[in-house]
Structures are given as structure tokens and as C-alpha cells.
């Protein structure tokens, strides 16, 4: 639908909702990169201005929520335009919870820089982090450009975050055997890759929202999952499966 | 418990109750119902929703004949109830009227009493034999109005010193008196307040126990609550017809989504 509403002001209510959208997911996205890069600098002052700067993104998503609920309350949209409000709301709490994901990963980074560095583990959370952002610049753009072969294309790709996350949770554990004072490091560096798997949950749920908006239907076929560490038992023969 | 009668009910409306084919509707040269095709399910709410001259309100008055009433007006395709022709030869109109009673858009009870607005209807098709009879008939249909409580202790004051809202719930009365199968809505609320539109609504879904319901309406967000299936009519052409929950969120054809969505009007 690119006509538009005989009342110009619900034209405006959308749009200014997908707006601030838009706003909020240009700082998480930055959030992202930043607690990355603080991680991987030790960049302490960095890391304490992805924490402050969460408040902002929070804000926003209250700003949308607010706005959404007028648009229900007083345009009744239906529709592509009731998807569209449905989207917005929902994509809101995926970026609002990545961001706080951001600023929980700035928070171990201050507790790590005092700790035990750990071999290997940096390039491979950057790798992971990498991907993330990735994944969340293309779950965006499908949104923008209401794409559906994007959407299903990043909703696909959780799956390799999945498989990072897996290779990255075996060798801590291992690294935590075989080195136990660096325990408190690895347990730390461990969040830190939950925190960016799960940011690659909230991405799919974003790109299953996309689908939803263009298609009128979520997609109900189990997308393929990765993460088996939930059944690993590193004192089994063979580690973790 | 509700929530089971409700799935029920939705299982009721598998049977069809009035079927059209090749619907069409002249106005001296104006053509304005287009071979419209559509099958209204027994025991469930139908909603007709379309801009102002599409069409909804002259295919709903095909549905009893109210057309025949206009002398410029000529109907051509099938229309069966329950399998049988309404425009057959040997139905008489003042009968299926009985039998497919009709509401109006503005509340148009008789200058008479609010007994007599109900039992005129039962009186004129001899349905009551005798007062204990109509009493009972006067009763059952007031309370099927969701209006007994209110007039039970004024049945024999005018109907028109009702308000807006209890007017219309007496003509909905009235036209149930007959124990009509299907009842017809032509805007039934669009002169009323909310409070009074939310009274005809909930009657409305206790309305479709009974009867087969169609109504027309131009607020879009009635018939979605009150139907189960919505029809959009477009410049006399029935262009989607589908279950309400699948048109409100996620319509076909890209005139229904403009319309619904407030593009086109």
C-alpha cells in the first residue's frame, strides 16, 4: 500500500511512528558496535557510554509504544496499516532488549579489563559480533523496503550466530578446565556470547515480524536452530554434542 | 464455558442459507448490482461493508423484495432461500417478508403502542390465536429486542416516546414477532448514540442463535466485531467476500484493503 490515507494525518502518525523506529534502531545499531569495539579495545570510557546511553533507547521505546497505542486508539488501523502499528510495536521490544544486551556486554567489559586475558577468545566474539550487526542492518532494510527474501534470508542465518556461539561455549569450557584462574574471565566472556546470541534471537523475531507485515501470515515452520549447549555435559565422553 | 459456545456457534455456520447467483440489478438504465455471486451462511452475521453507492444496501433489499416496491427497478439472477427461488412465481413477498424480516436505518416504529408496534406483524399473518396467545408472542419477542425490562410496565404507552436506542430494539422486536429465519439490517445504528449502538450490537450476537443476520453498515469497525463473514461491494460488483478476521487483517484484493484501510471511500 504506497497510496495514500484520505485523512493525511494518519499518513503522518505512521510514518512518524516508523520514524522513531527507524531513530531507535540507528542507536542500538551503534550501541552494538561500540560495546564490540570496547570490548575488544578495553575501552573503558566507551563502554561506560554504551551504559549511559541505553536510557535513550529506552526512552524511545516508550515514545513508540505511546504513539502506537494512539494510532489503535484513535485510527482503529486495519489491515496492512494495523500490520504495520502490530510491527512496530513488537520490533520496538527487540531493539530495546539487543540494547540492553549491548549494555550489559559494556559492563563485563569494565570487570574483564581487570581480569586474566583469554587466548582465542576476542576474534572469535568479534567474528560473532560482527555477524549480529550484520544480521540487524539486513532485518532493518527487508523492514524499510518491506522485503520478504531479505527477511527469510536473515531469519535462516541465526542459525550460524547459533553455531558460533556453540564453538565458543565448548572452548571456555575447556579454557576453564584447563586454566581454572581464569574462571571468573571465561565466565564473564561466556555471558558475553549468550548476550550476543540471544541479540541474534531478537534479530530473527524482528525478520519474522517483516514477514508477517509483508506476507500476512508468521511463518510457522521451525526455523533451523544451532544452539544445542543447553544438552552439553562436559563430563561426558566426547564433551559437549 | 463461553468461550465453547462460541466455537459451537462457529460450527453452526457451515450450512448455507441463502445462496445468489448471477445477481443483477438495473435501475432504469443504471446498472448497479453486477453478477454478484454469494452464498450468506445459516445462524452467523453478515456484514456488507462498501462506499456510498456500491451497491450493499440494493442487494440487501433484493433479499426480501423490497425492490419490487420501486417500479424502475428489475432484478435478474437467482436468489434462493433454502434452496427455493424467491423470485419464483409462486411466492408471495408479503409472505417471505415474514419469513426474512427487515431493520431499518432509522428507528420507524408505528404511531401505535408498543404492544400493538410488535403484534401487528403476528395479527396481520394470524400467528396468534387468541390474547393469551399474542401476550405471550409480545412477550418473547420484546425480550428477543433486549427490551422487555425497560417497556414491560408501559406496554400500552406510543412507541414513539421511546428513546432512539429503545426504538430501534422495538422495530428489532417487531420484525422478530413474525419468527422470521433471516433478518435484514439496512445501518441499523448510524442514528444512534454508542451506548445505544453497543445495546443493538450485543443483540445482535445473541440475534444470530436464532437467525440468519445481514447487515449493511458504513463503520467498518462494527462489522468487525459484529460478523463472522464481511462482503465489500464495489461500484455494484461484490469484490471480496471472505471470514471477517481474514478481510479486517489480511484482505485479498488490493480495493478492499484500500477501503478498509481508508484510502478510497
Known amino acids: ?241 | 464455558m463461553d468461550d465453547l459456545e462460541a466455537i459451537n456457534r462457529d460450527v453452526d455456520t457451515n450450512a448455507s442459507k441463502i445462496s445468489a447467483r448471477h445477481v443483477q440489478v438495473h435501475y432504469g438504465d443504471t446498472h448497479a448490482i453486477k453478477d454478484v455471486d454469494v452464498d450468506i451462511m445459516e445462524r452467523s452475521v453478515t456484514a456488507f461493508i462498501g462506499p456510498s453507492g456500491c451497491g450493499k444496501s440494493t442487494f440487501l433489499r433484493c433479499i426480501n423484495r423490497m425492490n419490487d416496491t420501486i417500479d424502475i427497478c428489475r432484478v435478474e439472477g437467482d436468489i434462493c432461500i433454502d434452496g427455493e427461488d424467491i423470485y419464483d412465481r409462486n411466492i408471495d413477498p408479503v409472505q417471505l417478508r415474514a419469513r426474512v424480516g427487515m431493520v431499518f436505518q432509522k428507528p420507524n416504529p408505528f404511531p401505535k403502542s408498543i404492544y400493538d408496534n410488535v403484534a401487528y406483524g403476528p395479527k396481520i399473518h394470524g400467528l396468534a390465536r387468541s390474547r393469551a396467545d399474542m401476550d405471550e408472542i409480545v412477550e418473547r419477542s420484546l425480550r428477543r429486542g433486549a427490551i422487555w425490562d425497560e417497556v414491560k410496565d408501559r406496554l400500552h404507552e406510543p412507541g414513539t416516546g421511546l428513546s432512539g436506542g429503545q426504538q430501534q430494539r422495538l422495530c428489532i422486536a417487531r420484525a422478530v414477532a413474525t419468527d422470521p429465519e433471516v433478518l435484514l439490517m439496512d445501518e441499523p445504528c448510524s442514528a444512534l448514540d454508542p451506548i445505544a449502538t453497543a445495546q443493538i450490537e450485543e443483540l445482535i450476537d445473541t440475534l444470530r442463535e436464532k437467525y440468519t443476520v445481514v447487515i449493511v453498515t458504513h463503520s467498518m469497525q462494527q462489522a468487525a466485531r459484529v460478523s463472522q463473514k464481511t462482503a465489500f461491494f464495489h461500484l455494484g460488483s461484490l469484490v471480496e467476500y471472505g471470514d471477517t478476521d481474514e478481510i479486517f487483517t489480511n484482505p485479498k484484493d488490493s480495493r478492499t484493503e484500500s477501503y478498509i484501510s481508508g484510502r478510497i471511500g
Open chain 1, 1 to 241: 500500500m504506497t497510496t495514500k490515507h484520505i485523512s493525511g494525518a494518519f499518513d503522518r502518525d505512521l510514518e512518524h511512528a516508523q520514524a522513531i523506529l527507524m531513530k531507535m534502531a540507528g542507536l542500538v545499531d551503534e550501541a552494538m558496535l561500540r560495546a564490540a569495539e570496547a570490548l575488544e579495545t578495553n575501552n573503558l570510557e566507551m563502554a561506560d557510554a554504551v551504559r549511559r546511553n541505553d536510557k535513550a533507547i529506552d526512552e524511545l521505546d516508550e515514545s513508540i509504544k505511546i504513539d502506537c497505542a494512539r494510532i489503535l486508539a484513535t485510527r482503529s488501523p486495519n489491515a496492512g496499516d494495523l500490520r504495520t502499528v502490530l510491527t512496530v510495536m513488537s520490533i520496538a521490544t527487540n531493539l530495546e532488549r539487543c540494547g540492553d544486551y549491548a549494555k550489559n556486554i559494556a559492563k563485563r567489559t569494565s570487570v574483564l579489563a581487570h581480569a586474566h586475558p583469554v587466548k582465542d577468545a576476542s576474534p572469535a566474539l568479534r567474528r560473532m559480533q560482527k555477524a549480529v550487526v550484520d544480521m540487524m542492518t539486513d532485518a532493518l532494510n527487508a523492514f524499510t523496503r518491506r522485503d520478504l527474501e531479505i527477511a527469510q534470508e536473515v531469519r535462516a542465518r541465526d542459525r550460524e550466530i547459533d553455531e558460533m556461539y556453540n564453538t565458543l561455549f565448548r572452548s571456555l569450557l575447556t579454557h576453564m578446565m584447563e586454566e581454572p584462574h581464569s574462571i571468573t574471565a571465561c565466565m564473564h566472556l561466556h555471558f558475553i556470547a549468550k548476550n550476543i546470541e540471544r541479540m541474534g534471537d531478537h534479530i530473527t523475531s524482528i525478520a519474522e515480524q517483516v514477514i508477517y507485515l509483508v506476507s500476512g501470515d508468521l511463518p510457522d515452520d521451525d526455523r533451523p536452530k544451532g544452539d544445542l549447549t543447553s544438552f552439553s555435559n562436559p563430563d561426558a565422553s566426547g564433551g559437549t554434542a
